[in-house]
């Protein structure tokens, strides 16, 4: 009785032109890895990340509401529901697989090396002896570890204060995942102009939405949403007006 009451509730609402609320996913993000995720001058979240999953609801049928959350907390908080879904530059890796499920991968990264305009190197080698800048905890920092590169390794709380130091003559170079490298060398108003990409790695990572294991309705929605996206050519437009440039 409750199910066709409810029916006939929902029969006499869009006999009366109401519309029916779409679905309401709770998406967290930490806004300190521009152009993915930012704060605005309003401090609310911006971002290709933001305007992606934005566009992804919208082709998928349902609406987000961005939540600016510290990344110390942010796993932890879509695993005990807080959070529906990550949208925050989170790279799909196998030891995050076995605790969380991810959408399909929705963008490739590399790691760039930037330096100065005018600068440019052909290998890592080149940076041998060379002070390098990358922020704490990234795949950039590993990347140069990694290499056995023999470098004067810096770590930051902020990629941004590294490429400052870099532009201020206090570094040599610094890595990261090439969308950041592309924000500060091309749409950054302080830095466009003043960097140059000059080297990445052919080695890949793939980012994907992140949601709790046993999702697999959230999973699916999200993989349609995405497939709709870069299809369509909104994926082309964000990228242009993150970076600067498509992929």
């Known amino acids: 009785m409750i199910r066709r009451l409810t029916l006939t509730l929902l029969a006499l609402a869009l006999l009366c032109g109401q519309a029916v609320a779409a679905e309401k996913y709770?998406?967290?993000?930490?806004?300190?890895?521009?152009?993915?995720?930012?704060?605005?001058?309003?401090?609310?979240?911006?971002?290709?990340?933001i305007d992606f999953i934005t566009a992804v609801g919208k082709a998928a049928g349902f609406e987000v509401d961005v939540r600016n959350i510290a990344w110390d907390g942010i796993f932890g908080g879509v695993a005990t529901g807080q959070y529906d879904i990550?949208?925050?530059?989170?790279?799909?890796?196998p030891e995050r697989?076995?605790?969380?499920?991810?959408s399909d991968?929705?963008?490739?990264?590399?790691?760039?090396?930037?330096?100065?305009?005018?600068q440019s190197?052909?290998?890592?080698?080149?940076?041998?002896?060379?002070?390098v800048g990358g922020q704490i905890g990234t795949t950039g920092v590993f990347v140069i570890r990694k290499s056995g590169v023999p470098v004067d390794l810096k770590?930051?709380?902020?990629?941004?204060?590294?490429?400052?130091?870099?532009?201020?003559?206090?570094?040599?170079a610094v890595i990261c995942d090439d969308p950041v490298a592309m924000y500060y060398a091309n749409k950054k108003a302080d830095t466009a102009g003043k960097l140059n990409l000059s080297f990445k790695t052919d080695e890949k990572e793939y980012y994907g939405f992140t949601v709790r294991k046993g999702r697999k309705d959230l999973v699916e929605k999200l993989n349609k949403g995405i497939k709709e996206v870069k299809?369509?050519?909104?994926?082309?437009?964000?990228?242009?007006?993150?970076?600067?440039?498509?992929?």
């Open 26 to 49: 709770v998406v967290a993000t930490d806004c300190t890895w521009p152009p993915m995720e930012l704060l605005d001058e309003n401090k609310q979240p911006v971002g290709f990340d």
């Open 86 to 93: 990550v949208a925050s530059a989170t790279t799909i890796t």
């Open 97 to 102: 697989q076995k605790q969380f499920d991810f």
């Open 105 to 118: 991968p929705y963008y490739e990264v590399a790691q760039s090396v930037v330096l100065p305009a005018g």
């Open 121 to 131: 190197i052909k290998s890592l080698e080149d940076l041998k002896g060379k002070k």
């Open 155 to 172: 770590e930051y709380d902020d990629v941004g204060l590294a490429i400052q130091d870099m532009l201020g003559g206090r570094l040599d």
């Open 231 to 247: 299809a369509s050519g909104v994926e082309a437009k964000l990228l242009d007006k993150w970076m600067g440039a498509s992929k």
